[in-house]
């Protein structure tokens, strides 16, 4: 593992958390393999390793909501 974003093409994508300690927070969320999420606030910020079937909020453990394009 790399400890890099977009370093994978396999499923890459915008997440956002709506708990109470992000509101909002937007998170880059990388699928590095089944059941292991690389996600990461901004670039060059801190890359977090998750383990499970899908990813959850680093800072809070919230769940994860698709970022839905305005228009």
């Known amino acids: ?3 890099k974003i977009g ?3 396999i499923s890459r994508d915008i997440r956002v958390c709506y708990g109470p300690r ?3 927070r ?3 969320v ?13 670039e060059g910020s801190t890359v977090y390793t ?3 079937s899908s990813p959850v909020c ?3 453990g ?9 228009g």
Do not use: D, K, N, V
């Open 30 to 42: 990388e699928r590095e393999a089944e059941g292991l999420w690389l996600l990461q606030e901004s």
């Open 58 to 60: 680093p800072r809070c």
């Open 1 to 3: 593992m790399t400890g």
């Open 22 to 24: 992000c509101a909002p």
């Open 50 to 52: 998750l383990a499970g």
């Open 62 to 70: 919230g769940e994860l909501y698709p970022l839905e394009p305005e």
């Open 7 to 9: 370093t994978s093409s």
């Open 26 to 28: 937007s998170w880059r």
